[in-house]
């Protein structure tokens, strides 16, 4: 199930190297996220983590003061035990703006 949603990017920071043989290569993105509060045992929000492709994903993006407004392309997958959801890109809301 693939959607679209408006985040504020909180920060990114990429991950690249090799670890006893093991290359890795990723970006990992900070998104804003509201806390549960149906218990009212929490209020406002919080960080969530999303890994995002490649250390390459992390250019395309440092330019921009942040914390900045995008659209996120997400996806939520199973394994058929449980779900997860992924994060797929991130257009800043005025780059969208102008593709529109």
Same mark, same amino acid.
């Given at each position: 199930?693939?959607?679209?949603? /408006? ?25 804003e996220v509201a806390m549960d509060d149906s218990k009212e045992t929490a209020k406002g929000s919080a960080c969530? /983590?999303? =890994?995002?492709? =490649?250390?390459? /994903? ?14 996120? /392309?997400?996806?939520?997958? =199973? ?5 997860? =959801? ?15």
């Amino acid at each position: 199930m693939k959607f679209t949603s /408006e985040v504020l990017v909180m920060g990114m920071k990429f991950s690249k190297g090799e670890f006893e043989g093991n290359a890795y290569d990723s970006t990992k993105v900070y998104v804003e996220v509201a806390m549960d509060d149906s218990k009212e045992t929490a209020k406002g929000s919080a960080c969530a /983590e999303y =890994t995002m492709g =490649t250390s390459a /994903e992390f250019g395309k993006y440092k330019h921009l003061p942040f914390p900045f407004r995008g659209v996120g /392309e997400f996806e939520v997958v =199973t394994n058929g035990k449980t779900s997860k =959801t992924v994060l797929h890109s991130i257009k800043p809301v005025e780059a969208a703006k102008k593709a529109a």
